[in-house]
C-alpha cells in the first residue's frame, strides 16, 4: 500500500559527506551496506498511511557518523564504517497550522559490529536537538541508535524559547515521536538489510532509554504506538508534566521567602544524618520514612542545633524560614480542591532541597508559563489562576502531554521496563514515580515491571562519578573532564558490571533470554580511568516504600 507521501520515489543517496538524488537500483535487498558511501534510501520505504507528510518537505542527508562534532571525546583508531542518517519532514496532520520541522538522526554501526538491536534515547527537559552523545555511547556497544530533535533544536536553560508555537508544543509532547521511530526502523531495516517476510531473517529487538523528561517521552510513546519497544529503560520520568510544572512553580514560588542556598541545604542534611539513623557505607540515610517523621515532630529543636551559632552564614532567620523552606517536603494538593497534586521531596534528598534555586531550573516556571500559555502567570494565593491556565493548555485535544498511567497501552503493555529513581532527586520527587508504578499496576505484574530506588543517586545523574556508587547504566551520565565524555556504560562490561547486573543489560538479558532482574549492582568509578572504587547492590522495591 503507498503511503500518503506525494512525494516522487526517488532515491536518496549518501557520498560520505551530503545525500545526493540519483537513479533507483531495481532492488535493495542483498547488498553488503558495510560502509556509509554505498548506502541508499529510497523515500518510499516509508510505508505508513498514517504518518502524512507535507509534500515536498521530507529530506535525508547521509553521510559517515562522526561523533567529534557532537562530542569531545572520539576515538580516531574507532571503526569509521559507520553511518550517521538525519531525516526531516513538517507532519501533515489535520492540526498542524505550520510548517514547523521535526528532525531524527540514526547513528548506525558497520554491520559486522551491529548486535541487532535499535534503542530509542529520550531527550533532557524541553530539549530540542538531537541526543548525539548518548547516541554515540550506544552505538559504541552495537546499538543502531535513534534520537528526535523534538521540533525545535533550543537547548539548555533557552530552550523553552524554541517552543512558542503550537506546533512545536505538540511535537515535544508526542508526534516527533509518533513520527521518528517507525521512520527510524525503516531506516534501520534497509541499512542491515533486513527482510519482514524471511523466515531465517533476525529479529530487530527495538529499546528505549531516558530520563527525567527524556523518561515520560518514552513512556507516552507508548500510548501512541504500544509496540514500539520491547523493553525500557526509564529514570525518573516527570509523567504527569501538568502537575509536575504547576508543583515546580509552587516550589518556586518559595524561594524569594527564604534563604535557601546550597550551603544551607548541606548545613540542614548535616543535622539530619546526625538526629537520624545514617549508613555510612552506602552513605544514605538508613529509615527515611521514620527519619522524615521525627524531622516533621522535632522541627524548632533541629532549627536551634542549625543555627545555635548566630553568626552562622545562610543560617535561616527563624521558625518561618524553616518551615518554607521544608514545604518542599510536603505533598500538596490540588489548589481549590482535595486530590493529591503531587509527592513532596524526599528528605533523603535534602542536599539537593535548593535545586529549583539555581540553573538550570531557576527561570523555568517562568519561561515555560511564557512559551506555554503565551503570557507570564505566577503563583499567587493558593495557586487556583495558575492551575486553571495549566490545566487549558495541558487538555487541548491534540496536546496531552502526560503520561496517563490507567490507559490500556500502559497497563496491558507486554514489554519489559526497568524503572529507576534517586532518592536525592530534588528536581523530581521519587514518590511521583513509585505512585505511577502502582497506578499502572506494574507492581502487580513484577515478572514484567521493576522499580529500584537507588539511594544516593541525584537526579539522573551525580556531579561526582566517584562519590556514590550509584551508577546503573542509565542515561544522562555528564560529560566529565575538559576533553572527554564518559561513556554511559564502560566499553569493558565485564570488567565494570559483571554479568547482566547493569540496567541496560539486565534489561536486555530480560527482553531476549527471559532472565528476570533481581539486584542490580551500582558503580562508582573514577572518571578517567573507568576503575570501580565502590560497589552497592540495589533491590527491586516493593508496593510500599520503606
Known amino acids: 500500500m503507498l503511503?500518503?507521501?506525494?512525494?516522487?520515489?526517488?532515491?536518496?543517496?549518501?557520498?560520505?559527506?551530503?545525500?545526493?538524488?540519483?537513479?533507483?537500483?531495481?532492488?535493495?535487498?542483498?547488498?553488503?551496506?558495510?560502509?556509509?558511501?554505498?548506502?541508499?534510501?529510497?523515500?518510499?520505504?516509508?510505508?505508513?498511511?498514517?504518518?502524512?507528510?507535507?509534500?515536498?518537505?521530507?529530506?535525508?542527508?547521509?553521510?559517515?557518523?562522526?561523533?567529534?562534532?557532537?562530542?569531545?571525546?572520539?576515538?580516531?583508531?574507532?571503526?569509521?564504517?559507520?553511518?550517521?542518517?538525519?531525516?526531516?519532514?513538517?507532519?501533515?496532520?489535520?492540526?498542524?497550522?505550520?510548517?514547523?520541522?521535526?528532525?531524527?538522526?540514526?547513528?548506525?554501526?558497520?554491520?559486522?559490529?551491529?548486535?541487532?538491536?535499535?534503542?530509542?534515547?529520550?531527550?533532557?527537559?524541553?530539549?530540542?536537538?538531537?541526543?548525539?552523545d548518548a547516541m554515540f555511547q550506544y552505538m559504541a556497544h552495537g546499538y543502531a541508535a535513534v534520537s528526535t530533535d523534538m521540533g525545535h533544536d533550543e537547548k539548555g536553560p533557552?530552550?523553552?524559547?524554541?517552543?512558542?508555537?503550537?506546533?512545536?508544543?505538540?511535537?515535544?509532547?508526542?508526534?516527533?515521536?509518533?513520527?521518528?521511530?517507525?521512520?527510524?526502523?525503516?531506516?534501520?531495516?534497509?541499512?542491515?538489510?533486513?527482510?519482514?517476510?524471511?523466515?531465517?531473517?533476525?529479529?530487530?529487538?527495538?529499546?528505549?532509554?531516558?530520563?527525567?523528561?527524556?523518561?515520560?517521552?518514552?513512556?507516552?510513546?507508548?500510548?501512541?504506538?504500544?509496540?514500539?519497544?520491547?523493553?525500557?529503560?526509564?529514570?525518573?520520568?516527570?509523567w504527569d508534566v501538568n502537575?509536575?510544572?504547576?508543583?515546580?512553580?509552587?516550589?518556586?514560588?518559595?524561594?524569594?521567602?527564604?534563604?535557601?542556598?546550597?550551603?544551607?541545604?548541606n548545613r540542614l542534611f548535616s543535622v539530619i544524618t546526625e538526629v537520624c539513623e545514617f549508613d555510612t557505607e552506602t552513605d544514605t540515610i538508613a529509615r527515611p520514612t521514620a527519619c522524615e517523621s521525627r524531622f516533621r515532630d522535632k522541627r524548632t529543636q533541629w532549627l536551634e542545633a542549625l543555627c545555635e551559632n548566630d553568626q552562622q552564614t545562610g543560617c535561616f532567620d527563624g521558625q518561618k524560614e524553616l518551615n518554607t523552606a521544608v514545604l518542599r517536603m510536603d505533598d500538596i494538593d490540588v489548589p481549590g480542591g482535595d486530590s493529591l497534586m503531587r509527592e513532596g521531596l524526599d528528605i533523603t534528598a535534602a542536599p539537593n532541597w535548593d535545586a529549583w534555586n539555581a540553573q538550570p531550573f531557576a527561570d523555568l516556571a517562568k519561561k515555560f508559563s511564557n512559551a506555554m500559555f503565551g503570557e507570564e502567570i505566577s503563583w499567587s494565593g493558593d495557586g487556583q489562576e495558575y492551575f486553571k491556565a495549566m490545566q487549558k493548555w495541558h487538555d487541548k485535544s491534540d496536546m496531552k502531554p502526560s503520561v496517563d498511567p490507567s490507559s490500556d497501552a500502559i497497563q496491558n503493555f507486554k514489554g519489559k521496563v526497568i524503572m529507576y529513581h534517586g532518592l536525592k532527586d530534588g528536581v523530581m520527587p521519587a514518590g511521583a514515580t513509585h505512585r505511577f508504578y502502582n497506578e499502572a499496576k506494574w507492581s502487580d505484574r513484577t515478572e514484567n515491571f521493576k522499580y529500584y530506588e537507588i539511594p544516593g543517586l541525584e537526579h539522573c545523574f551525580n556531579k561526582d562519578v566517584k562519590q556514590f556508587p550509584w551508577y546503573v547504566g542509565g542515561v544522562g551520565l555528564p560529560p566529565v573532564g575538559a576533553d572527554k565524555a564518559l561513556p554511559f556504560i564502560p566499553k569493558d562490561k565485564d570488567d565494570m558490571f559483571g554479568d547482566g547486573t547493569d540496567a541496560m543489560e539486565a534489561l536486555t538479558a530480560w527482553v531476549e533470554d527471559g532472565r528476570e532482574p533481581g539486584d542490580l549492582e551500582a558503580v562508582g568509578f573514577d572518571p578517567v580511568t573507568l576503575e570501580v572504587e565502590k560497589r552497592e547492590k540495589i533491590s527491586p522495591t516493593d508496593k510500599d516504600r520503606r
Open 158 to 238: 533557552d530552550a523553552l524559547d524554541g517552543m512558542g508555537e503550537h506546533d512545536t508544543q505538540v511535537d515535544w509532547a508526542w508526534r516527533a515521536m509518533k513520527y521518528s521511530v517507525p521512520m527510524a526502523k525503516d531506516v534501520v531495516k534497509v541499512f542491515y538489510d533486513l527482510d519482514d517476510d524471511a523466515e531465517d531473517e533476525k529479529e530487530l529487538r527495538s529499546y528505549y532509554s531516558g530520563c527525567g523528561m527524556g523518561g515520560r517521552q518514552g513512556l507516552r510513546h507508548l500510548q501512541e504506538d504500544v509496540d514500539a519497544f520491547d523493553g525500557l529503560l526509564i529514570g525518573a520520568p516527570a
Open 3 to 132: 503511503t500518503k507521501f506525494t512525494i516522487p520515489s526517488i532515491l536518496l543517496a549518501a557520498s560520505c559527506a551530503y545525500a545526493a538524488v540519483g537513479i533507483a537500483p531495481n532492488h535493495l535487498h542483498g547488498r553488503q551496506f558495510d560502509r556509509c558511501s554505498n548506502f541508499v534510501i529510497r523515500r518510499n520505504i516509508f510505508q505508513h498511511d498514517e504518518l502524512p507528510i507535507k509534500k515536498g518537505s521530507l529530506r535525508v542527508r547521509i553521510d559517515r557518523a562522526d561523533p567529534g562534532k557532537h562530542l569531545r571525546q572520539w576515538d580516531r583508531t574507532q571503526d569509521t564504517k559507520t553511518c550517521h542518517v538525519k531525516v526531516s519532514f513538517v507532519p501533515d496532520d489535520k492540526d498542524s497550522t505550520t510548517d514547523n520541522v521535526v528532525t531524527f538522526a540514526l547513528y548506525l554501526p558497520s554491520k559486522s559490529d551491529w548486535n541487532d538491536r535499535l534503542i530509542t534515547v529520550g531527550s533532557d527537559m524541553f530539549d530540542g536537538g538531537m541526543a548525539y
Open 243 to 265: 502537575n509536575f510544572m504547576t508543583w515546580a512553580t509552587y516550589i518556586q514560588s518559595l524561594a524569594p521567602q527564604t534563604n535557601f542556598t546550597q550551603d544551607n541545604a
